[in-house]
């Protein structure tokens, strides 16, 4: 009995062991990747596009302006839709951004640095991250290493090149232009004016508000796809996403659910559904299993992948990801004089001016022409003063706000920015006359007098102190003598001088007080 025993005990580990396998795998969500459109080989190590590489200038693209700075960013418009194409019923939603340049962003797997690392996420974290309100996936990339493919720009930085082969891009340059097409490398360097964000598709579905896809067909490699020939990537039925704009300049998100040649729509009606819908300029971005659309931070679309256990359906994990996020200030340091405030940058101190809190602005007169404006005000030039500048320097005084006095003799007057004590403008000096004493013999006078005065009041002192010290000597002798009992008798006097009748008498002893 022992023997049955311990094989079910072994028999009950295992199923334990294989049930949390199983329960491991449906947390985490994994996608079996089996819903595949790829326009890039399996077996070529050269990216796709790679019929015509270019280095230098040249090639075909669409410059759009941005929109006005006046117009506010707000917030994304979200649109979700359930049309019918070809008799189909296919889900999806299309989102317009405006102020692109503060609003768009193209987004590396799993943040920072997720293209050199190869790293794959799904949109969902890495939107999360990021505080995305709308994003998509969006660049391809090569299923089996992770690879960033083409040209990918984010935030500014450069995080994967296409060595000049070319793709169909969307990108946005710092003054806000919108760029669609074909780029050189020469193109997407440029350093006049460089891409803020940038990323690349296959196929450019619109270009100038006409449809492009047979044009793309020509100038773009059709041996260079894993889904089958090139006509077959672009007809066949497919979850889709795409990126462009509008002729308001703003961003345009399009995605639509579906399963590869089951459900779905091909590139030619994305590309009729987008024209529809305003739009000027698109291109087709990685669609399949890779389709995501995520709101505020939480998966709103169908994906078409299987999870591990065959039942589900799980997002793909995948590169460069599209976000729509709140307004940033550009540059986003308000370059490091003010504060980012809801996509506006507040500036600080007094001085500090501008969108971009770059200029220094210290009033109408800014300093009259006869100073530099600095972050503390005002700092004038030789010769002026005041808060403006805009006062001369007062006499006897020169130099950077009239801040050094003037070292001429008989009180000449100086060159208020040089200090030098040729006069000149009219300006005279006290001339020495025939009676007055030269500098040395003043000293001279001066110390003299000087000297002579001290001793007169030490003299006049020493005087002062033997009159005080005998006066002292006089009052304590006559005070001694009336505690002696000598009284003195003086008779009172009428006003007129003489005396009183009772005063006429004969002066007598004085009465003794001990005789009674």
Request: one cysteine or more; a negative charge; glycine letters at 12%.
């Amino acid at each position: 009995m022992a023997a049955p025993t311990e094989r079910g005990f072994l028999f009950l580990f295992v199923l334990l062991g294989f049930l949390a396998e199983v329960s491991g795998d449906l947390s985490s969500g994994a996608s079996r990747d089996d819903d595949l459109l790829l326009p890039y080989p399996r077996v070529r190590a050269r990216p796709a596009r790679d019929c015509h590489p270019g280095r230098a200038g040249g090639r075909e693209h669409e410059s759009w302006p941005p929109s006005p700075l006046a117009s506010a960013a707000g917030r994304p418009a979200v649109r979700t839709f359930v049309s019918h194409f070809g008799g189909r019923a296919v889900a999806g939603h299309l989102t317009r951004a405006a102020q692109p340049l503060r609003t768009f962003s193209v987004l590396e797997p799993g943040g920072r640095g997720g293209c050199a690392k190869r790293r794959r996420a799904t949109v969902e974290e890495t939107a999360r991250a990021a505080g995305c309100r709308v994003a998509q996936n969006g660049g391809f990339f090569r299923m089996s290493t992770g690879e960033c493919l083409g040209n990918a720009v984010s935030d500014g930085r450069r995080v994967s090149s296409a060595g000049g082969l070319l793709n169909a891009q969307f990108g946005i340059r710092r003054d806000g232009t919108l760029v669609t097409g074909y780029l050189s490398e020469e193109d997407v360097l440029d350093p006049e004016n460089p891409f803020v964000q940038l990323l690349s598709g296959v196929v450019w579905l619109i270009r100038n508000g006409s449809v492009y896809i047979n044009e793309s067909q020509v100038a773009e490699c059709d041996e260079t796809q894993e889904t089958g020939s090139f006509s077959k990537f672009v007809n066949v039925m497919s979850a889709r996403t795409a990126v462009g704009h509008d002729r308001d300049g703003q961003l345009v998100l399009f995605h639509a659910d579906g399963q590869t040649e089951q459900r779905g729509i091909n590139l030619w009606e994305m590309a009729e559904f987008l024209l529809g819908q305003g739009v000027v300029n698109a291109i087709n971005l990685d669609g399949g299993g890779s389709a995501t659309f995520v709101l505020n931070g939480t998966l709103a679309s169908y994906p078409s992948d299987h999870c591990q256990d065959n039942m589900w359906r799980c997002p793909r994990r995948v590169s460069t990801v599209v976000c729509v996020h709140e307004p940033l200030c550009q540059p986003p340091d308000c370059s490091g004089h003010g504060t980012c405030v809801e996509g506006r940058c507040e500036c600080s101190g007094h001085f500090w001016r501008g969108a971009d809190c770059s200029e220094l602005d210290c009033g109408p007169t800014n300093c009259s022409g006869h100073g530099l404006c600095t972050e503390a005000g005002c700092s004038c030039n030789a010769g002026w003063t005041g808060s403006n500048c805009s006062e001369e320097c007062p006499l006897g005084w020169h130099g950077p706000g009239c801040q050094k006095p003037c070292q001429c003799e008989h009180q000449c007057p100086c060159d208020p920015q040089t200090g030098n004590c040729s006069v000149s403008q009219g300006k005279q000096c006290l001339q020495p006359s025939e009676g007055t004493l030269r500098a040395g013999d003043l000293s001279f006078v001066s110390r003299t007098t000087w000297l002579a005065l001290t001793l007169v009041l030490l003299f006049l002192l020493l005087i002062s102190a033997a009159a005080n010290v005998s006066l002292v000597l006089g009052s304590r002798a006559e005070h001694n003598r009336h505690l002696d009992g000598d009284y003195v008798y003086h008779p009172l006097q009428e006003m007129a001088g003489e005396l009183l009748p009772t005063e006429k008498e004969p002066p007598r002893y004085p009465r003794d007080p001990f005789k009674d």
